[in-house]
Nanobody
């Protein structure tokens, strides 16, 4: 009922930048938090950054000062600007959103399909 479509991943050299986008569509009444997670090979999925509908943000310590999360509530879209990328940022990045559905106002939580980010040294 809610689809999240990510874009913007790719291959970049260390020190470079990428911008990820994630658009939510479907029978959405409201979206509360939107966030980005990542999973590197052999590791657990971890939170990278999250943002509430009011604009409050939360970042993993490893990305503070380098990544910026933002959202466009009118477009149900969240962005992740990634600067000063490091090889250890290499992972599949997943978008996540939670909120309420139309017409039931039931809660939902959805994941995107993931987009690969590879940072070469």
């Amino acid at each position: 009922q809610v689809q999240l479509v990510e874009s913007g991943g790719g291959l970049v050299q260390a020190g470079g930048s990428l911008r990820l986008s994630c658009a939510a569509s479907g029978t959405i009444f409201s979206i509360n938090a939107m966030g980005w997670y990542r999973q590197a090979p052999g590791k657990q999925r971890e939170l990278v950054a999250a943002i509430t509908s009011g604009g409050s943000t939360n970042y993993a310590d490893s990305v503070k000062g380098r990544f910026t999360i933002s959202r466009d509530n009118a477009k149900n879209t969240v962005y992740l600007q990634m600067n000063s990328l490091k090889p250890e940022d290499t992972a599949v990045y997943y978008c996540n959103a939670d909120g309420r559905l139309l017409p039931t106002l039931n809660a939902f939580g959805s994941w995107g399909q993931g987009t690969q980010v590879t940072v070469s040294s």
